[in-house]
């Protein structure tokens, strides 16, 4: 059974910077590295959003618009494990980060098959 368990969730004074991991366990079907990796994330209230997602060789990547330039996706297949980069962070990133894997690098929720149980992400003023 695929799990993926983030790590390096916390708090962060407005302008920080902070990144979080994912890690892929017992990968189903195929290596890590033929997973599409994403980072979404749901704050208190509102619905789930893409963050990013980078394909499965790291050929590819997409940003949602608002962190664009300040945020960085990037994976290390040799560690099965998918990065979340986060500079000049704001109070409206707070959110609980979830990392999810896929057959198809999207930004659609609903294409992705397995999801961490999410890490806790605090932008303070």
């Known amino acids: 059974q695929v799990q993926l368990a983030e790590s390096g969730g916390g708090q962060v004074q407005a302008g920080g910077s902070l990144r979080v991991s994912c890690t892929l366990y017992?990968?189903?079907?195929?290596?890590?590295?033929?997973?599409?990796m994403a980072w979404f994330r749901q704050a208190p209230g509102k619905e789930r959003e893409f963050v990013a997602a980078?394909?499965?060789?790291?050929?590819?990547?997409l940003y949602a618009d608002s962190v664009k330039g300040r945020f960085t996706i990037s994976r290390d297949n040799a560690k099965n494990t998918v990065y979340l980069q986060m500079n000049k962070m704001k109070p409206e990133d707070t959110a609980v980060y979830y990392c999810?894997?896929?057959?198809?690098?999207?930004?659609?929720?609903?294409?992705?098959?397995?999801w961490g149980q999410g890490t806790q992400l605090t932008v303070s003023t």
């Open positions: 999810a894997g896929g057959r198809h690098t999207t930004t659609m929720s609903s294409r992705y098959d397995y």
């Open positions: 017992r990968p189903s079907g195929g290596t890590f590295s033929s997973y599409a």
């Open positions: 980078i394909a499965g060789y790291g050929r590819s990547t």
